[in-house]
C-alpha cells in the first residue's frame, strides 16, 4: 500500500512559478511509475506529465512542454512538479498517482489557481 500526500499548490499570477511535492509512504515507491494529473474547473481529469521507475524521458502533455518539470527523489519517496510560465489555463486540482501497470495509487489532489 502507498500513500501519497500533495503539498505546494496555491493562488499564483500569470507568468509565476509553483512547485508542487508529492510524499509518498512504502518502501516500493522506487519500483512505481508516477504521474501528475489535473482537474480543471467542470471537466475530466487529464495527464500532465509521467516518469518511469526507472527515470527515463518524462513524458508532458503538449500544453506544458517546455514550462513544466516532473522529477522524483527516490530515496525521500518525493515527486515534485515544477510549474513554470504559469497560465490561467492551468488552473486545477493537481493530483499525483504512483502505480505499476496502472495508476493504482492517488493523493487527495491540491489546488492551483493562476489569475490573470
Known amino acids: 500500500q502507498v500513500q501519497l500526500v500533495e503539498s505546494g499548490g496555491g493562488l499564483v499570477q500569470a507568468g509565476g512559478s509553483l512547485r508542487l511535492s508529492c510524499a509518498a509512504s512504502?518502501?516500493?515507491?522506487?519500483?512505481?511509475?508516477i504521474g501528475w494529473f489535473r482537474q480543471p474547473p467542470g471537466k475530466e481529469r487529464d495527464p500532465v506529465a509521467h516518469?518511469?521507475?526507472?527515470?527515463?524521458?518524462?513524458y508532458y502533455t503538449n500544453s506544458v512542454k517546455g514550462r513544466f518539470t516532473i522529477s522524483r527523489d527516490n530515496a525521500n519517496n518525493t515527486v515534485y512538479l515544477l510549474m513554470n510560465s504559469l497560465k490561467p489555463d492551468d488552473t486545477a486540482v493537481y493530483y499525483c498517482?504512483?502505480?505499476?501497470?496502472?495508476?493504482?495509487?492517488w493523493g487527495q489532489g491540491t489546488q492551483v489557481t493562476v489569475s490573470s
Open positions: 498517482a504512483a502505480g505499476l501497470a496502472t495508476y493504482d495509487y
Open positions: 512504502g518502501r516500493t515507491f522506487s519500483s512505481y511509475t
Open positions: 516518469m518511469s521507475r526507472s527515470g527515463g524521458a518524462p
